[in-house]
């Protein structure tokens, strides 16, 4: 099955420098990626998403990026804010599956 | 407020007792998930249904068990607990199946087993 590995495990920064949260995927078949927020004691929550046809999605302040070469995607926040600290968790659905595989999660503080 | 309404919130119960948790999916989407939060094993994925069909099952625990319900509402039914079933379990719906719509969380159930 499908194997998902997360860096960091925690990440700390200060107001307005960007952070960088990188994914790891063993299945090539895989070709959704989406990436999920989850405030202390909250839900998870869509923040974007992308497919394996298209290397780079962008939403504002948040871009993903993935190669499909390499089995790696990764979420770029810019102009981090303190509202942005929570865990933030990456996922693959297998195969063509929607069986969403979850990375270990990255705790992000942004220290103001 | 994503839509989906999960009960009960909290459930504190003994080991070896049946518990039944339920999840009401957004109005109109067709799939629910089950998910396990716990420390040590992060987000696993338990079940998915869509249209009261199984369609993938995760590492679902065999003293574990789930079902849709015509109108679309789903049970997770966890028996025989044991302290390591200590968790939060979401719930999650998405409009269809296969095509990778988003899935919606619900607030969860917080279970903990003493």
């Known amino acids: 099955g499908e194997n998902v590995e997360q860096h960091p495990s925690t990440l700390s920064v200060q107001e307005g420098d960007s952070a960088v949260i990188k994914c790891t995927y063993s299945d090539s078949a895989s070709n959704y990626f989406p990436w999920y927020k989850q405030e202390l004691g909250k839900r998870p929550q869509l923040i974007i998403d992308?497919?394996?046809?298209?290397g780079e999605k962008k939403d504002q302040r948040i871009a993903v990026t993935l190669n499909k070469t390499a089995k790696h995607f990764s979420l770029h926040i810019t102009e981090t804010q303190p509202e942005d600290s929570a865990v933030y968790f990456c996922?693959?659905?297998?195969?063509?599956?929607?069986?969403?595989?979850f990375g270990t999660g990255t705790r992000l503080q942004v220290f103001p | 407020d994503s839509g989906v309404t999960q009960t009960p919130k909290h459930l504190i119960t003994a080991t070896g007792q049946r518990v039944t948790l339920r999840c009401s999916p957004r109005?109109?989407?067709?799939?629910v998930y089950w998910y396990q939060q716990s420390l040590d094993q992060g987000l696993q994925f338990l079940i998915h249904y869509y249209n009261g069909e199984e369609r993938a099952k995760g590492n679902i625990l065999e003293r574990f068990s789930a079902q849709q319900f015509p109108d679309l509402h789903s049970e997770l039914n966890l028996s025989s607990l044991e302290l390591g079933d200590s968790a939060l379990y979401f719930c999650a719906s998405s409009a269809t199946s296969g095509t990778h719509n988003e899935q919606f969380f619900g607030p969860g159930t917080r279970l903990t087993v003493l």
């Open positions: 996922a693959v659905a297998e195969g063509n599956t929607d069986k969403l595989i």
């Open positions: 109005s109109g989407d067709l799939s």
């Open positions: 992308i497919r394996s046809n298209v």
